[in-house]
């Protein structure tokens, strides 16, 4: 009996430790009592009841990623393309994933290449290969409307792979060559003319710099000959300042002694020497000075005796 008891005791205890349950982080459980929805299952320690309850659905509330295979798609001018999609969607509501719909993965990939087809239809080829933001952000638009009943909200789609016929690509080819050879023609015409111009800017330039040097240098020089004649004249006007001052003075001094005749005539046959000095061939001398020059000589006889 005892052992009985011990057996029914452990064999209670399995079956509650079977039907704990803890919830990681990021996930939900879905629970049905007897076939139908009982509760979802948050983060945290749960105990289910046995038999009649049980974990319908485990769900990941991550965001997810899915890569669709490429999708024939036919263009408004008639190409006929290969596109990929790559969808990033997350479970909002696992009640909903769980029961909405089967296979929501199918579903999602289902309306991804029926939308695809219907938007690129619009768009001629160029187009379609300028505007993958455009068709990106129509595709997640439409998929995050029609996946609402689903639980699932889709946050981005992204193009992965735009892949026309290989005919179309090497004329795209060819074309893209063609451009970038006009561009570097063009890069390279312009190039020419912006030296072209540096150059003659360059030279302007420089004649004009030469052309202000030459004309400061003419200024310089000319300021330094006038301040040299200035230095002259100055210094010129100085000497004939200190002659007349000197000639005022000795005229001064002269009448301050009170000189006699014998003393003017004295000055008078001085100055008669200095005419001599010249280069001139007569000298008239004057009825004056002769007698003044008698007079000096009987002035030096008298000395002398």
Do not use: C
Request: aromatic letters at 4%; a neutral charge.
């Amino acid at each position: 009996m005892i052992y009985l008891i011990i057996a029914l005791v452990l064999l209670a205890l399995v079956i509650i430790a079977l039907n704990i349950k803890i919830v990681p982080q990021s996930k939900a459980y879905v629970i049905e009592r007897l076939g139908a929805y009982q509760a979802t299952w948050q983060t945290g320690l749960h105990v289910k009841v046995p038999i009649f309850e049980r974990v319908a659905k485990i769900v990941s509330l991550k965001e997810q990623v899915v890569d669709f295979k490429p999708q024939p798609v036919i263009t408004k001018d008639n190409v006929t393309m290969q596109i990929d999609t790559v969808v990033f969607y997350q479970i909002t509501d696992p009640k909903l994933y769980t029961y909405g719909v089967e296979h929501p993965l199918s579903a999602i990939e289902n309306l991804t290449a029926t939308t695809l087809r219907n938007i690129i239809g619009e768009l001629e080829l160029d187009h379609t290969l300028t505007s993958r933001d455009t068709i990106n952000a129509k595709i997640r638009g439409i998929l995050d409307e029609a996946t609402d009943p689903w639980g699932i909200k889709v946050n981005r789609v992204e193009l992965k792979n735009i892949l026309p016929p290989r005919e179309i690509q090497d004329a795209m080819e060819k074309q893209m060559k063609a451009e970038r050879e006009r561009r570097e023609a063009i890069l390279r015409a312009e190039g020419d003319k912006e030296s072209k111009i540096l150059v003659a800017q360059g030279q302007k330039e420089a004649k004009i710099l030469a052309a202000q040097a030459d004309k400061e240098a003419a200024i310089l020089q000319a300021d330094a000959v006038r301040e040299q004649k200035i230095r002259e004249a100055d210094g010129e006007a100085q000497a004939i300042l200190a002659i007349q001052k000197a000639e005022a003075e000795g005229i001064r001094l002269i009448n301050e002694a009170n000189p006699g005749k014998e003393v003017i005539a004295l000055r008078s046959l001085t100055s008669l020497e200095k005419v001599a000095d010249g280069q001139s061939t007569k000298i008239i001398i004057p009825s004056e000075i002769q007698s003044i020059a008698g007079l000096a000589t009987s002035f030096s006889e008298l000395i002398s005796k």
